[in-house]
């Protein structure tokens, strides 16, 4: 799963990089959480819940329903 879930984050990455921000992928929880760390622009970013929520767990959740309850960010 964790493999799966780096190839949807990769495909999301420019978007992020395009604003000076990236992500890392962190974790895959046996909870179905994924853990990311936020990066450059998005670290800061007043701006950055709503794009981990709105861009990064929607993309997740549509491309693995069963596999993914949510993301967080950690530090």
Do not use: H, S, W
Request: one cysteine or more.
């Amino acid at each position: 799963m964790e493999a799966k879930i780096k190839e949807v984050l990769d495909q999301i990455r420019p978007i992020l990089q395009r604003d000076g921000g990236d992500l890392e992928f962190v974790e895959y929880t046996e909870d179905k959480v994924v853990r990311v760390r936020l990066q450059g622009a998005c670290a800061g970013c007043m701006g950055a819940q709503m794009t981990l929520k709105g861009i990064v767990e929607n993309i997740l959740k549509e491309a693995y329903p069963e596999d993914v309850a949510y993301v967080e960010a950690v530090q």
